[in-house]
């Protein structure tokens, strides 16, 4: 959280409000700013206003606020639940926290649902418009507003999750000076999958890994075991110290593109593509050797400026949403976001074998998925960016033990 305050302190500022009408002036930064009257012409309209906090692409308020709306267990814990909101605030407030909720506090994770001013790398299709019209503000304001005190009874709200320190099963280090491994986050049951040495999906791509390691390929007709005999031997504590700096290539080089290099430059094979199940079996099978081994990069001297890149990476609000990795996974680690537990976005699992996906994924995977879930411009798998990312990631989850293949929801 130190870093995190201390960062977006300077990222954000404060946001002034600059809305076509003219209602506000921008220029100014102003720590209360004038409350703006209706946006719009037409009145807001309760029920359009009801769709518009549940619509995935619109609103979609309950992904963070309970309120009394179907689907209730699945809203998320971020912000407070909003049952009578109506009665405890007027629409002028309603309306300035919409367009612009920096203006009552800078590091807030709430989006400004109708501003474009300061955003960075804004996905294509979600490029120059705001969250939601001027009409929509003006419709989500009537629903509120109809939220009231004296209005049917609240119901239940879904608990923020509550992290058992004591869960340690995998006999590995999950919890580490307050440092969480996804696992401890996890359900019962895919803890149980996880764990399991023969039901673990993951190890499907392990044993295509073996295959593969022992297999002659490309103009050398030799493999990986020709050099390496026996991963459990080589490739034991390798996946710990992982990025890493290369002097050759005067920058940052992970298992993926050192996998790669061995295949190109000892092999004479083509490079298998970021992602193929090929690379993903041989970095399973490599991260597999050391299971329970703590991640212990090395972040000093050449690879240090890579290692600010990547913290600097991490702490940096983008997106439409405007949100900064470090906002979701340090700052709320714990609670629901929608259905989904939030973990501290720890890397010692890589790759992880996820439902949603039905399939491995790397690392690079995942920064993507959270780039875009925020309406983003991802980067290109094994992209400096996200070598970089891995680095600090790997140096911020210090101590944990390694995971791979884990699995995830
Ligand atoms: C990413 C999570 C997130 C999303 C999405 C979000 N909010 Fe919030 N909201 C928060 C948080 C956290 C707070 C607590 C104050 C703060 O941090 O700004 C908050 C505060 C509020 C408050 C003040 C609550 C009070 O009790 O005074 C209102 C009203 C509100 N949000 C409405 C909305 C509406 C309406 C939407 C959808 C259009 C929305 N929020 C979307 C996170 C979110
Ligand atoms: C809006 C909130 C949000 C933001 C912002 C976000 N993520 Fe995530 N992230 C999630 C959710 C939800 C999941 C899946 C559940 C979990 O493990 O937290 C997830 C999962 C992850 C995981 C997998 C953890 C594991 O144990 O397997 C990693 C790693 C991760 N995120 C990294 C990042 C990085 C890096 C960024 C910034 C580029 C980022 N996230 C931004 C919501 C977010
Ligand atoms: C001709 C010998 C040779 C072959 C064949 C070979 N490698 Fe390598 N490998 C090396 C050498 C030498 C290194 C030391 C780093 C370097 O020079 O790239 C290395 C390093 C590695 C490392 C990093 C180990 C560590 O602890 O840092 C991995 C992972 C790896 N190789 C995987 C593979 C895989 C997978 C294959 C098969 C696709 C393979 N290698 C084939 C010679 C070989």
């Not at 600090?392 to 791979?404: D, I, M, P, S």
Request: charged residues 20%; neutral net charge; glycine residues 10%.
């Amino acid at each position: 959280m130190f870093f995190l305050n201390a960062l977006l302190a300077v990222l954000t500022g404060v946001w002034g409000l600059c809305l076509a009408s003219g209602l506000a002036d921008g220029s100014a930064p102003t720590p209360k700013p004038a409350l703006p009257a209706a946006l719009s012409d037409q009145p807001g309209d309760i029920e359009r206003g009801r769709r518009i906090v549940l619509d995935r692409e619109r609103g979609d308020c309950v992904v963070c606020h309970a309120m009394p709306l179907p689907g209730r267990q699945f809203h998320g814990s971020l912000g407070l639940p909003l049952d009578g909101i109506g009665s405890r605030s007027g629409a002028a407030e309603l309306r300035r926290r919409l367009v612009n909720p920096k203006a009552f506090d800078p590091h807030t994770i709430m989006p400004a649902y109708h501003s474009t001013q300061g955003l960075h790398r804004v996905l294509g299709s979600y490029r120059g418009r705001p969250i939601l019209s001027a009409q929509e503000i003006e419709d989500v304001v009537a629903y509120l507003l109809s939220l009231r005190a004296d209005g049917p009874a609240e119901l239940p709200v879904s608990r923020p999750h509550r992290v058992d320190p004591e869960r340690t099963e995998t006999g590995s280090p999950t919890v580490v000076d307050g440092r969480r491994s996804g696992y401890v986050y996890l359900s019962e049951e895919n803890r149980r999958l996880q764990d399991d040495a023969f039901g673990n999906p993951g190890l499907l791509w392990v044993e295509r890994g073996s295959a593969l390691w022992a297999q002659p390929h490309g103009l050398s007709h030799t493999s990986c075991a020709s050099c390496h005999a026996d991963p459990a031997v080589s490739m034991r504590g390798t996946r710990t110290r992982y990025p890493r700096f290369d002097t050759r290539r005067k920058g940052l080089i992970n298992l993926e593109q050192q996998i790669n290099r061995c295949r190109e430059e000892r092999l004479g094979a083509a490079a298998y593509a970021y992602e193929s199940d090929d690379l993903l079996a041989l970095s399973a099978l490599v991260g597999f050797q050391s299971r329970g081994l703590p991640l212990q990069v090395d972040i000093e001297g050449p690879a240090q400026a890579f290692f600010e890149a990547g913290r600097a990476f991490f702490e940096r609000r983008r997106g439409q949403l405007d949100m900064a990795c470090a906002q979701c996974h340090d700052g709320y680690a714990g609670q629901r976001l929608r259905g989904d537990i939030l973990s501290q976005g720890q890397i010692n699992g890589f790759p992880i074998y996820r439902h949603a996906w039905q399939s491995l994924g790397s690392s690079h995977r995942m920064f993507a998925w959270c780039n875009t879930a925020i309406r983003a411009e991802p980067f290109a798998y094994g992209a400096d960016e996200y070598v970089n990312l891995e680095l600090y990631l790997a140096w911020r989850g210090r101590g944990l033990g390694v995971e791979t293949p884990a699995v995830r929801r």
